[in-house]
């Protein structure tokens, strides 16, 4: 079966990190480009972050830029995040999306159901 | 960064009815790169169309998409139970990517 499964979430201190997981399955993993999308409670997307099929390109949204680190391990066919000094604002569904082609992703045909995160003292 | 707003906030109809949102970005979207999604509570984003015209691989011909520039429109034709849901345009025509605040489609 075609999936995505994210893993890793949980609830963190502000100033903590945390690393998230997502499991690929059922397609070539390292044919694409993949990147997290995450979802405030009861509000819209936001993409995070991006990588192309090797890692060797990335990108990331202005809000987590230097804190968050995307990778990924195509022998693995996992896809990481690495969030570092989470603040409140970070508190969110964190989902992995598979982009459209190998490069950096464009638009999404593969979501997974997402992990949560949240961020409170 | 490209600012999408979607209109209406919420739709309202009933089943066998037509549906038409609206999605309008702040700049141009260059070569129409525009994607339309659907969420369901509970469940994860689907991808409906892209290329603010080309339906994904098993979507419904009830669903079409059309814009270009600044404006764009996702279309049901005929609103099945499914279909009520939360919907969402993305643009991929710069590289920070960006989501509408979304649409929701409720039964009337």
């Known amino acids: 079966e075609v999936q995505l499964v994210e893993s890793g979430g949980g609830v963190v201190r502000p100033g903590g990190s945390l690393r998230l997981s997502c499991a690929a399955s059922?397609?070539?993993?390292?044919?694409?480009?993949m990147s997290w999308v995450r979802q405030a409670p009861g509000k819209g997307l936001e993409w995070v972050s991006g990588?192309?099929?090797?890692?060797?390109?990335?990108g990331y949204a202005d809000s987590v830029k230097g804190r968050f680190t995307i990778s990924r391990d195509n022998a693995k066919n996992s896809l990481y995040l690495q969030m570092n000094s989470l603040r409140a604002e970070d508190t969110a569904l964190y989902h992995c999306?598979?982009?459209?082609?190998?490069?950096?992703?464009?638009?999404?045909?593969?979501w997974g159901r997402g992990t949560l995160v949240t961020v409170s003292s | 960064e490209i600012v999408l707003t979607q209109s209406p906030g919420t739709l309202s109809l009933s089943p066998g009815e037509r549906a038409t949102l609206s999605c309008r970005a702040s700049?141009?979207?260059?070569?129409?790169?525009l994607a339309w999604y659907q969420q369901k509570p509970g469940q994860a984003p689907r991808l409906l169309i892209y290329g603010a015209s080309s339906r994904a691989t098993g979507i419904p011909d009830r669903f079409s998409g059309s814009g270009s520039g600044t404006d764009f429109t996702l279309t049901i034709s005929r609103l099945e139970p499914e279909d009520f849901a939360v919907y969402y345009c993305q643009q991929y025509g710069s590289s920070k990517l960006t989501f509408g605040g979304g649409t929701k489609v409720e039964i009337k």
């Open positions: 999306a598979r982009g459209d082609y190998g490069d950096l992703p464009r638009y999404f045909d593969l």
């Open positions: 059922g397609f070539t993993f390292d044919d694409y480009g």
């Open positions: 700049q141009s979207v260059s070569s129409s790169y």
């Open positions: 990588i192309n099929w090797n890692g060797g390109s990335t």
